[in-house]
T-cell receptor, first 115, second 114 residues
């Protein structure tokens, strides 16, 4: 969905490196999310933000940090990458409840490999 | 904590077979329920969703799902699958009690043989 974009799409890095994954959206949504997807585990929530001044930890936030630079931008950082952070990372947006269908819209994903 | 389980990890069917994928959730309050599909190499897309009203929900591509509150279930069905339905399917739940965040099931991989 071109409304939610992620960069880079693929990244290979080494243990200990700092990595930033970026997400941008043109849907005008206040709510943004970062998930990681691992085989057999589905999607797990890392961080979420309900507006520019609101940042919250998700289920698996350890080893990650985020920055909400603007309504349209939500970045995920791995301060010191480790191999078990190898995964597919998805950004998503949604509208607040009561303002339309409460559906998440996903970006294309970033495949991160940590060697 | 709220959780979502999906009964099958991998389902293999022949074309024209009927499909039912199970989904159960753990929260007893008001919930919104979703099925997402992820085709190979692509991102997640919404198949259908339930908020209120008729518990039988129809989605895109001939899929439907039935919300059974007493069973905490939201199973996905399709009468006759096609090879192009090969994908991974995720059930998801959100509720006011969980800060309107989404909890996803582990996914079910569907392989349809031509």
């Amino acid at each position: 969905d071109a409304d939610v974009t992620q960069t880079p799409r693929n990244r290979i890095t080494k243990t200990g490196k700092r990595i930033m994954l970026e997400c941008s959206q043109t849907k005008g949504h206040d709510r943004m999310y970062w998930y990681r997807q691992d085989p057999g585990l589905g999607l797990r929530l890392i961080y979420y933000s309900f507006d520019v001044k609101d940042i919250n930890k998700g289920e698996i936030s350890d080893g990650y940090s985020v920055s909400r630079q603007a309504q349209a931008k939500f970045s995920l950082s791995l301060e010191s990458a480790i191999p078990n952070q190898t995964a597919l990372y998805f950004c998503a947006t949604s509208e607040p409840p009561g303002q339309g269908p409460d559906t998440q819209y996903f970006g294309p994903g970033t495949r991160l490999t940590v060697l | 904590a709220q959780s979502v389980s999906q009964h099958n990890h991998h389902v293999i069917l022949s074309e024209a077979a009927s499909l039912e994928l199970g989904c159960n959730y753990s929260y007893g309050g008001t919930v919104n329920l979703f099925w997402y599909v992820q085709y190979p190499g692509q991102h997640l897309q919404l198949l259908l969703k339930y908020f209120s009203g008729d518990p039988l929900v129809k989605g895109i591509k001939g899929f439907e799902a039935e919300f059974i509150k007493s069973k905490f279930s939201f199973n996905l069905r399709k009468p006759s699958v096609q090879w192009s339905d090969t994908a991974e399917y995720f059930c998801a739940v959100n509720s006011d009690n969980y800060g309107q965040n989404f909890v996803f099931g582990p996914g079910t991989r569907l392989s349809v043989l031509p």
